[in-house]
């Protein structure tokens, strides 16, 4: 069994780095003097931290990702819109429900890794080398000879 140190990197910087965002608008409104939304913000980044590690897959080895993903997807949201909520509100930042359509890309991990899970991984390591993967319903694949 490997490490996994990258794909656990991964996870961590990735997803504490998409929340990164939070605690600088957090630090700009304390110090600007705005103190309740610099404070609510500094607990929602540590929530973050909190959520991420909680939720890592190596944690929950048989879960799949899109339920791992969910909640660390939900405060996100909360975030975004705590953000808008204290910028002033969706109008005043120029927002409308229509205004959503740009956060449809958020949504394709769920599609592309969704199903997986961390132990995925450590079955096909395990694997003898050179032993015949086939297909996922056991019929072996041979290339295509021309008649």
């Known amino acids: ?72 997807y939900f405060l996100l949201g909360i975030c975004m819109l705590w953000a808008a909520l204290s910028s002033g509100g969706f109008a005043a930042l120029g927002l409308n429900w229509w205004s959503a359509w740009w956060l449809m890309p958020l949504l394709f991990p769920f599609g592309s890794v969704g199903r997986l899970r961390w132990n995925d991984k450590e079955r096909t390591d395990s694997r003898p080398t050179g032993e015949d993967t086939g297909s996922r319903d056991g019929i072996k694949k041979t290339p295509e000879t021309p008649s």
């Open 1 to 72: 069994m490997t490490s996994r140190k990258g794909e656990k990197a991964g996870w961590i910087g990735g997803w504490t780095g998409g929340f990164l965002w939070v605690l600088l608008l957090a630090g700009f409104w304390t110090v600007q003097g705005r103190m309740t939304e610099g404070l609510t913000g500094l607990l929602l980044a540590g929530a973050a931290v909190v959520v991420v590690l909680s939720t890592a897959p190596w944690r929950h080895p048989d879960q799949p990702y899109w339920k791992l993903m969910l909640p660390v």
